[in-house]
């Protein structure tokens, strides 16, 4: 058994792990009584930490939030990104000053093992400055404080078209992409998965009620944003058959929004670009054979495209041998 000021040091990171834990769970984890349990959350409290009695069948505890911030446990990992992150914060509104105060006191305390990693991260990296939209904080602390929760979030929202409306969402995880923010989640109103641009939402309060997490969509939300997104902005969209395989094709197409296996050495893609031009020198790059299944258009660029390759090529002087 844990010593009691060990044993509390493991209560309150489990207390920040997650919103609500019952008595028992939290005994099981610390291979101690509930009535243990009840002891240490009472000496949390005397030191400031806000452990509240949840409600509920078996009843239980969360970590609430108190008048002053108390101190956080963070293991090295975790230190290591919180100071990485402060570094390079970009995209969000009013934070550079704040990111750099918050930077000051952490690396103050950061055990030296930890600082050289940071040290180290940092002078191995570059940031090139962005011109995306810039994000407001509040917004994303709201958005990730009901991913947390586990409530529903009500927003309006205006698309990519300027059309307006007003959602109401079971939040999964926000994603950054391309110096975006994108927030994945079940649209209630659509009864489907939706990617939103947090630059374009404004959450509406007080939350929804508590839901039961869902599967993510496709097993992977970065690779599900990635093709939400292409999905929407390109202006034009192809299929084509590729004989390469599907993983070969996913690797090295950044346009593909769906490539479906046809064999070990064939798949059909779905495509997607600003114009067919630019989608005929893509579908070039990957040096394998494909042929066109739906994009006339895109069948007459590679023909336009193909014979100004071969006047270069005519024209061009051989090479010395």
């Known amino acids: 058994m844990l010593q009691t000021s060990a044993r509390l040091l493991r209560l309150l990171s489990l207390l920040e792990t997650r919103r609500d834990w019952t008595g028992a769970d939290l005994a099981e984890r610390l291979a101690?009584?509930?009535?243990?349990?009840?002891?240490?959350?009472g000496k949390l409290r005397d030191l400031g930490y806000p452990v509240e009695a949840s409600s509920g069948v078996q009843g239980g505890y969360r970590l609430g939030a108190g008048a002053q911030l108390p101190p956080l446990l963070l293991d090295d990992d975790e230190a290591v990104a919180v100071a990485v992150g402060l570094r390079t914060a970009t995209g969000v509104a009013g934070i550079g000053e704040t990111s750099v105060r918050a930077l000051a006191k952490l690396e103050q305390v950061l055990p030296s093992r930890l600082r050289h990693r940071v040290h180290a991260l940092q002078a191995a990296t570059v940031s090139v400055p962005g011109t995306g939209p810039v994000v407001d904080a509040d917004v994303l602390t709201a958005i990730a404080s009901a991913i947390r929760a586990g409530e529903r979030l009500r927003f309006d929202y205006t698309s990519h078209d300027r059309a307006a409306s007003r959602r109401d969402v079971e939040p999964h995880r926000l994603v950054g992409l391309n110096r975006r923010w994108y927030l994945v989640a079940w649209d209630t109103g659509r009864d489907d998965?939706?990617?939103?641009?947090?630059?374009?939402?404004?959450?509406?309060?007080?939350?929804?009620?508590?839901?039961?997490?869902?599967e993510p969509p496709e097993g992977d939300v970065a690779q599900f944003v990635q093709r939400s997104v292409g999905a929407a902005t390109w202006r034009y969209h192809a299929k084509v058959r590729l004989h390469a395989s599907a993983e070969y094709v996913r690797a090295r197409l950044p346009l593909a929004v769906e490539v479906t296996p046809e064999g070990p050495d064939r798949c059909v893609a779905e495509v997607g670009s600003d114009n067919a031009a630019m989608l005929s020198l893509y579908l070039g790059l990957l040096e394998v054979d494909f042929e066109v299944l739906d994009a006339?258009?895109?069948?007459?660029?590679?023909?336009?495209?193909?014979?100004?390759?071969?006047?270069?090529?005519?024209?061009?002087?051989?090479?010395?041998r």
Request: hydrophobic content about 35%.
């Open 296 to 320: 006339p258009e895109l069948a007459a660029e590679l023909a336009k495209t193909g014979e100004r390759f071969l006047r270069a090529s005519a024209r061009s002087s051989p090479a010395p």
């Open 193 to 214: 998965w939706r990617t939103f641009r947090v630059d374009r939402m404004t959450p509406k309060v007080p939350n929804g009620p508590r839901f039961t997490p869902r």
């Open 32 to 41: 101690v009584t509930t009535r243990t349990v009840r002891s240490d959350v």
